[in-house]
């Protein structure tokens, strides 16, 4: 792809294969300059904080130690408005997809994209201002950012019940570890069935799953 222009690249993204093997991908290309690279978001803002020449396209993935894409994204649209950010995730769901982009990113790809897409992206978002694809077409990109679309809003009491819905503990038992009633816990899971479209503790389960609520791997953490 032909530029006049040097793109400067900044890439945060915790797999340090993942990291390293985009470098060299991305280094073949004569007008991206990549760097710097970082292994978290708290990395990538001293990074920033530190470089004499800011990055044009800062690519970012979602889950991350220490600072996640979501922290970063803010942080970044927060300080630095100008630098533009691409999101490069394993997740496509599109609540993480409307979340990131209402906060700022100009597009939004999955990591098994070809090495050709992201560089087209790259420069779409560093001459455009934005990148569209299947994943973020114009439309819905639209829709977000006039807010028409929204991910649903949660209550405290709500986003425990959805920490805890997918083990094996009853209604009651966690009704006890919250340090409420059985009555009010089911109260709880009735309005998620209405907010949601679901109609099952099975159903509950799937979505807190799926959307990191509750990760299987650590029921403590929170992706979205």
Same mark, same amino acid.
């Given at each position: 792809?032909?530029? /006049?222009?040097? *793109?400067?690249? +900044?890439?945060?993204?915790? $797999?340090?294969?993942?990291?390293?093997?985009?470098? #060299? &991908?991305?280094?073949?290309?004569?007008?991206?300059?990549?760097?710097?690279?970082?292994?978290?978001?708290?990395?990538?803002?001293?990074?920033?904080?530190?470089?004499?020449?800011?990055?044009?396209?800062?690519?970012?993935?979602?889950?991350?130690?220490?600072?996640?894409?979501?922290?970063?994204?803010?942080?970044?649209?927060?300080?630095?408005?100008?630098?533009?950010?691409?999101?490069?995730?394993?997740?496509?769901?599109?609540?993480?997809?409307?979340?990131?982009?209402?906060?700022?990113?100009?597009?939004?790809?999955?990591?098994?994209?070809? /090495?050709?897409? *992201?560089?087209? +992206?790259?420069?779409?978002? $560093?001459?455009?201002?934005?990148?569209?694809?299947? #994943? &973020?077409?114009?439309?819905?990109?639209?829709?977000?950012?006039?807010?028409?679309?929204?991910?649903?809003?949660?209550?405290?009491?709500?986003?425990?019940?959805?920490?805890?819905?997918?083990?094996?503990?009853?209604?009651?038992?966690?009704?006890?570890?919250?340090?409420?009633?059985?009555?009010?816990?089911?109260?709880?899971?009735?309005?998620?069935?209405?907010?949601?479209?679901?109609?099952?503790?099975?159903?509950?389960?799937?979505?807190?799953?799926?959307?990191?609520?509750?990760?299987?791997?650590?029921?403590?953490?929170?992706?979205?």
């Amino acid at each position: 792809m032909e530029s /006049t222009e040097t *793109i400067r690249v +900044a890439y945060a993204e915790d $797999h340090f294969a993942m990291r390293e093997g985009l470098k #060299l &991908l991305l280094d073949g290309n004569s007008f991206i300059k990549i760097g710097p690279l970082a292994a978290d978001g708290i990395q990538m803002l001293k990074a920033l904080e530190q470089t004499t020449e800011l990055p044009h396209v800062c690519l970012i993935d979602i889950n991350m130690p220490e600072m996640d894409g979501f922290s970063l994204q803010q942080e970044i649209s927060h300080r630095w408005p100008n630098i533009k950010t691409l999101i490069l995730s394993m997740y496509n769901e599109e609540p993480f997809i409307i979340k990131m982009i209402s906060m700022g990113a100009k597009g939004y790809l999955h990591k098994n994209a070809e /090495t050709d897409e *992201i560089v087209r +992206a790259i420069h779409s978002v $560093h001459k455009y201002g934005y990148y569209h694809n299947d #994943l &973020l077409d114009e439309k819905r990109a639209n829709a977000i950012h006039s807010h028409k679309l929204k991910l649903p809003k949660f209550t405290e009491r709500e986003i425990s019940l959805l920490r805890l819905i997918h083990t094996d503990k009853s209604y009651t038992e966690i009704a006890l570890e919250l340090g409420t009633t059985t009555r009010s816990i089911e109260g709880y899971r009735d309005r998620l069935f209405g907010k949601l479209n679901i109609s099952s503790r099975v159903g509950l389960a799937m979505y807190a799953v799926k959307y990191g609520w509750a990760p299987l791997d650590n029921p403590g953490k929170r992706i979205l």
